[in-house]
């Protein structure tokens, strides 16, 4: 199993451009998530999903747009790029509480944007 | 913000010693987790405690949680040098399935 795996692991991108971040996992996770890290915030949530054609809101979620599709794919938009959204990006899965799993999250390898 | 705190944020041991690094929250939680950080890598699950627990142990690693206190802290017994990372607590909130990450501590292990 590959886990979760994301693309591209570095971009640069102008002002104003858009990107689409590409996340996929292959241990049929219910929930998936995007995160962002700067230095010395922790990881801020943008928005999750907790199944196949769901999305919602999380902590950071302005600037960014999500869909999922598919179970297996949780992809994050930028569509106006901002210097502001220079950060490591993260996409996590879980199984949801009810499955009797623990809640944890498997993270892949991150993406590193820089937006000039 | 319902984010934890890591103390301290950054902490140098030599190889052998044992590292402990704490984490304080402010509402009532469900359950608490630390992460693992290897530099420039993705997040690493390494151990979970619930609520109801005080202590948990996987290998080399003593979690304990103190609801009362709102505080866990995360015990290294006999550091090696591949344990220099960083590492965050974690919680998730009573009826939330999401986690609030902590700033992290930074771990570097002196060989």
């Not at chain 2, 690493?44 to 948990?56: A, M």
Request: with cysteine.
């Amino acid at each position: 199993n590959a886990g979760v795996t994301q693309t591209p692991k570095f971009r640069v991108l102008k002002t104003g451009q858009s990107m689409t971040l590409l996340c996929a996992q292959d241990m049929n996770h219910e929930y998936m998530y995007w995160y962002r890290q700067d230095p010395g915030m922790g990881l801020r949530l943008i928005h999750y999903s907790v199944g196949e054609g769901t999305t919602a809101k999380g902590e950071v979620p302005d600037g960014y747009n999500v869909s999922r599709l598919k179970k297996q794919n949780f992809l994050l938009g930028l569509e106006s790029a901002a210097p502001s959204q220079t950060s490591v990006y993260f996409c996590a899965s879980s199984y949801p509480r009810q499955r009797g799993g623990q809640e944890t999250q498997y993270f892949g390898p991150g993406t590193r944007l820089l937006v000039l | 913000s319902q984010q934890g705190e890591e103390d301290p944020q950054a902490l140098s041991i030599q190889e052998g010693e044992n590292a402990t690094m704490n984490c304080s929250y402010k509402t009532s939680i469900n359950n608490l987790q630390w992460y693992r950080q290897n530099s420039g890598r993705g997040l690493v699950h390494l151990i979970l405690i619930r609520s109801n627990e005080r202590e948990k142990h996987s290998g080399r690693l003593r979690v304990t949680l103190d609801t009362s206190k709102k505080s866990s802290s995360l015990l290294i017994t006999a550091s090696r040098a591949a344990d220099t990372a960083s590492y965050f607590c974690a919680t998730v909130f009573f009826g939330n399935e999401k986690l609030t990450f902590g700033t992290g501590t930074r771990l570097t292990i002196i060989p």
